[in-house]
Every structure is written in structure tokens, then in C-alpha cells.
């Protein structure tokens, strides 16, 4: 079966601490993409991170990094010194074709100051 | 600078009346698409298009009809709406494999 699995429901972390939010991932198709969204409390979903799956090397987007381990099945988000503008929710999603996208069911992050 | 706009952003309506949510994207994208995100869950594929007069069912379509007259929009229909419909609907748009950009939602409430 194809899904997202993300067993973290809420996280707490010190500001300025890193964090490492989990996501593994379950396919046999060769090719997909997956992606790391934030929604903040607000309600909006705003893209952070997105890792193809002949991709080489970690993807990174400021202080966002995509640790892609393909043979555990894993795509954990890592997000350096923390802010507490991080506090929200985070999705992992996996894209296999543009009818079959799965999202995670999402981590809660809170920062503490 | 608007990106993907959704309107209308709240409405609450009555078990078996009718609505049309609309999308609009002004990035020129290919692929639309409509989620629902239900309490405590991710979002789920309701419809998709891939193209300007073509759309397609996502994992959860039954209950909603889309249409994709223009390119810049994709329109979401509720014909009879069930108390199951209520939710936070989503539209977001991309190219094709690349990062979807998503609206700021419509919160809908089925009494």
C-alpha cells in the first residue's frame, strides 16, 4: 500500500535548538517526489521542501534539509536553529503521479522561547 | 503577487443546498487541484485537472463535480450538500512534478 506515515503527533523544542521531524514512506514505484508543507495556525499550507527520488544529494532550502534516506524509506525534515515562527503544523507528502498525492497525517511543532 | 485565490473563504450552508467554491491562479500552471483537510488529518485528493477542459477524480471525489473551463480556474461543486462535507477546502496549482502552491482555504460548515 502507499502512504505517508508520520508518528510524531506534536513535538516540543527549545528555541534555537534543531529538530528533526519524521516522515517514512511507503511505494514501489520507482519514481516520485516528496515534499515537506508548513501550516501554520493561520490555515495556509506554504511549501518548504522537495526531494525527487533519483535525487543524489539532501535537498536544502535555507534552514530546511530533507535527510533522504531511500533504502530505510525515510524523507525526516530537519530544521536548524529553531525559531518560534516554526510553531505549526508539518506535512509530509508523497507525489506519485498527479492523481495519487499523499499527505501525512502531520506533526505539531511547538518552539519554546 | 496573488498566486492561487480561493473565494468564498467561509460559508455555511444547509444539508442539500448547492455551492460552487472557485479556484483562481494567475501562475500560467498546468495542474489544479482541490483538497479536503478534515480535523487532525492531511489533506485528500477530491478532483484534478491536468489541463484546460480535462479533469480527473482524486481519492475522495464522490458527492463533489469540478470544471476546468479556463485555464486560470477550476471550479468545485457541491450539488446537494451532507453534513459529511463539512471541512477546510484547499485548491492549489503547479507544473507538472513540481511543488503545488496552495490558497488560503475555504472553511465550509454543513449544518
Known amino acids: 500500500a502507499q502512504k505517508i506515515t508520520q508518528t510524531q503527533p506534536g513535538m516540543f523544542v527549545q528555541e534555537k535548538e534543531a529538530v528533526t521531524l519524521d516522515c517514512t514512506y511507503d511505494t514501489s514505484d520507482p519514481s516520485y517526489g516528496l515534499f515537506w508543507y508548513k501550516q501554520p495556525s493561520s490555515g495556509e499550507m506554504i511549501f518548504l521542501i522537495y526531494?525527487?527520488?533519483?535525487?543524489?544529494q539532501n535537498a536544502t532550502e535555507g534552514r530546511y534539509s530533507l535527510n533522504f534516506q531511500k533504502a530505510r524509506k525515510s524523507a525526516n525534515l530537519v530544521i536548524s536553529a529553531s525559531q518560534l515562527g516554526d510553531s505549526a503544523m508539518y506535512f509530509c507528502a508523497m507525489s506519485l503521479s498527479a492523481s495519487k498525492i499523499i499527505f501525512g497525517s502531520g506533526t505539531r511543532l511547538s518552539i519554546r522561547p | 503577487n496573488a498566486g492561487v485565490t480561493q473565494t468564498p473563504k467561509f460559508r455555511v450552508l444547509k444539508t442539500g443546498q448547492s455551492m460552487t467554491l472557485l479556484c483562481a491562479q494567475d501562475m500560467n500552471h498546468e495542474y489544479m487541484y482541490w483538497y479536503r483537510q478534515d480535523p487532525g488529518m492531511g489533506l485528500r485528493l477530491i478532483h484534478y485537472?491536468?489541463?484546460?477542459?480535462?479533469?480527473a477524480k482524486g481519492e475522495v471525489p464522490d458527492g463533489y463535480n469540478v470544471s476546468r473551463l479556463k485555464k486560470q480556474n477550476f471550479l468545485l461543486g457541491l450539488e446537494s450538500a451532507a453534513p459529511s462535507q463539512t471541512s477546510v477546502y484547499f485548491c492549489a496549482s503547479s507544473y507538472w512534478e513540481q511543488p503545488q502552491h496552495f490558497g488560503d482555504g475555504t472553511r465550509l460548515s454543513i449544518l
Open positions: 526531494q525527487g527520488s533519483y535525487d543524489q
Open positions: 485537472s491536468v489541463g484546460e477542459g480535462t479533469t
